[in-house]
């Protein structure tokens, strides 16, 4: 199985300061990397799949990037509605497996 | 709009069956792959179980395997998951999505609740 390591666990910061998320892939799965938003009260709501390539609605200062193993979540400027728990899943192979997740808190 | 709304969940003994469903909405359901993920309190995502568009296939993670099985019923556009020989440790809330074409899930529902429990 592909292990999925995702980093910080915990991150706080500002609104409208940037902030990185890092996810790496215990072996290669090409650019099929996808992140994904968790708030209480909504649906899991899919960001950025295929490494780099934004869902419709997702607003453009999200962003992601890598290939390989080593592939980053990016959020620039802050909004008050980003703070929210993060994860990656690898869509390489079966079984599809996920980070363990990054909360992002208010600083 | 798309919809997926789950039920079915609740306490459960270990050793039984639960069966959970998901009703889907908003888009033509044949079309796509459905999934289940669960997530146990306080702990991360894990994929459960996939279905392809048509029910022909169907993949599993190792734990579950022998014990659940993920189906569809195409004309009622609905998705459910037997789990059967119930563990402690497949207490979670489960959610049902739909799968790209790529593998990964693009919409979700809001989860179900399933406490293993004597």
């Not at chain 1, 706080?12 to 099929?32: F, H, M, Q, R």
């Not at chain 1, 992601?64 to 193993?69: A, I, K, M, P, R």
């Not at chain 2, 998951?81 to 074409?101: H, I, K, N």
């Amino acid at each position: 199985d592909v292990q999925m390591t995702q980093s910080p666990s915990y991150l706080a910061a500002s609104p409208g300061e940037s902030v990185s998320i890092s996810c790496k892939a215990s072996k290669s799965i090409n650019t099929y990397l996808a992140w994904y938003q968790e708030k209480p009260g909504k649906t899991n709501k899919l960001l950025i799949y295929s490494g780099s390539t934004l869902q419709s609605g997702t607003p453009s200062r999200f962003s992601g990037s890598g290939s390989g193993t080593d592939f980053t979540l990016t959020i620039r400027s802050l909004e008050p509605e980003d703070f929210a728990v993060y994860y990656c899943q690898q869509h390489n192979e079966y079984p599809l497996t996920f980070g363990s997740g990054t909360k992002l808190e208010i600083k | 709009e798309v919809q997926l709304v789950e039920s079915g969940g609740g306490l459960v003994q270990p050793g039984r069956s639960m069966k959970l469903s998901c009703a889907a909405s908003g888009f033509t359901f044949n079309n796509y792959d459905m999934a289940w993920v669960c997530q146990a309190p306080k702990k991360g995502l894990e994929w459960v179980a996939t279905i392809s568009y048509d029910g022909s296939s169907t993949y599993y993670r190792d734990s579950v395997k022998g014990r659940f099985t993920i189906s569809r019923d195409n004309a009622k556009s609905t998705l459910y998951l037997q789990m059967d020989s119930l563990r402690s440790e497949d207490t979670a809330t489960y959610y049902c999505a739909r799968q790209g074409r790529e593998w990964y899930f693009d919409y979700w529902g809001q989860g179900v609740m399933v406490t293993v429990s004597s």
